[in-house]
């Protein structure tokens, strides 16, 4: 898994990416509705505080965004599989 910073990406494609992982996942905001321009802010505030990060994996060649928790986890566990192995 590739952690890809989200400057390094065109501005369009980065917009893409966060509508496709917005309208793909779905999200629950509670009882109130939000809008896709909203969600978009929002998902922009935690990709820019470091929240959340745009990852690549090359094996399945899809791009996601994963919380810091999650991507860590897994990097975690790709190093203690590889020690398995080793």
Same mark, same amino acid.
């Given at each position: 898994?590739?952690?890809?910073p &989200?400057?390094? $990406? &065109?501005?369009? !494609? $980065? !917009?893409?990416?966060?509508?496709? %992982?917005?309208?793909?996942?779905?999200?629950? %905001?509670?009882?109130q509705?939000?809008? +896709?321009?909203n969600?978009?802010?929002?998902?922009?505030?935690? $990709?820019?505080?470091?929240?959340?990060?745009? !990852?690549?994996?090359?094996?399945?060649?899809?791009?996601? +965004? +994963? !919380?810091r928790?999650q991507?860590?986890? %897994?990097?975690?566990?790709? +190093?203690?599989?590889?020690?398995?192995?080793?």
């Amino acid at each position: 898994m590739i952690e890809i910073p &989200p400057e390094r $990406l &065109p501005e369009g !494609t $980065l !917009t893409s990416v966060i509508e496709e %992982y917005i309208l793909r996942e779905g999200t629950d %905001y509670g009882n109130q509705e939000v809008n +896709l321009e909203n969600k978009i802010s929002q998902v922009r505030r935690q $990709l820019n505080g470091g929240d959340i990060v745009i !990852t690549f994996d090359p094996v399945t060649e899809n791009c996601t +965004l +994963l !919380t810091r928790h999650q991507l860590n986890r %897994y990097q975690q566990q790709q +190093l203690a599989a590889e020690q398995d192995q080793g």
